[in-house]
């Protein structure tokens, strides 16, 4: 059963275009995070919200923003995509355990 | 601010043989230690963790790490790899409620 869910799977979006990508989670987790990671590289998080407190990562461009309407729900939107937006989005949550579970990722491709 | 960092960009192994992961984070205190493993096309998923007692954790598919605090290391190690252990392998320190990963290792094992 998945936990963490992340739609769409692939998107293609075209340069300058608005996108977002959708995370959902039934695991009631307080923390929800985005991260993207490009090929053969670590993951690197862009921002993250403890309930609806939003911290944001000192470098992520402010071409990148993020809404949490409710536990459930957390969105990534990137206002005016670039090719080097080109990567995959992962979505993760933690709760009390401590561990993040991630989504399977959304693979933005800008063209 | 904490930083993690992996002694292989890539390992290449038989089936069989043993395998070390190295994995070093930048200061110490309290802190929680994970290892991921992403799978080729697959989404990041938790091998282990360590947050407390016994230094030597055991996770799954046969993995197992050992925290020696007085070296700021967190080593992934497995008696006997596998072809399916090919994948790409995390360490990631857990900073506030902020993932610090590692640039990864990828495994190739040969059959």
């Known amino acids: 059963d998945a936990m963490v869910i992340q739609n769409p799977r692939y998107q293609v979006t075209q340069f300058g275009k608005p996108v977002t990508l959708s995370c959902s989670q039934t695991l009631n987790h307080n923390v929800m995070y985005w991260y993207q990671q490009k090929s053969s590289q670590a993951p690197k998080l862009l921002f993250h919200y403890y309930d609806k407190d939003f911290n944001n990562e000192a470098d992520t461009p402010d071409n990148f923003q993020s809404r949490r309407p409710n536990t459930s729900f957390c969105f990534l939107d990137i206002r005016s995509p670039g090719l080097g937006d080109a990567a995959m989005y992962l979505c993760?949550?933690?709760?009390?355990?401590?561990?993040?579970?991630f989504g399977q990722g959304t693979r933005l491709t800008v063209v | 601010a904490q930083s993690v960092s992996q002694h292989n960009h890539h390992v290449i192994l038989s089936e069989a043989a043993s395998l070390e992961l190295g994995c070093n984070y930048s200061?110490?205190?309290?802190?929680?230690l994970f290892w991921y493993v992403q799978y080729p096309g697959q989404h990041l998923q938790l091998l282990l963790k360590y947050f407390s007692g016994d230094p030597l954790v055991k996770g799954i598919k046969g993995f197992e790490a050992e925290f020696i605090k007085s070296k700021f290391s967190f080593n992934l190690r497995k008696p006997s790899v596998q072809w399916s252990d090919t994948a790409e392998y995390f360490c990631a320190v857990e900073e506030g409620q902020n993932f610090v990963f590692g640039p990864g290792t990828r495994l190739s094992v040969l059959p």
């Open positions: 200061y110490g205190g309290t802190v929680n």
């Open positions: 993760a949550t933690s709760g009390w355990t401590g561990s993040a579970f």
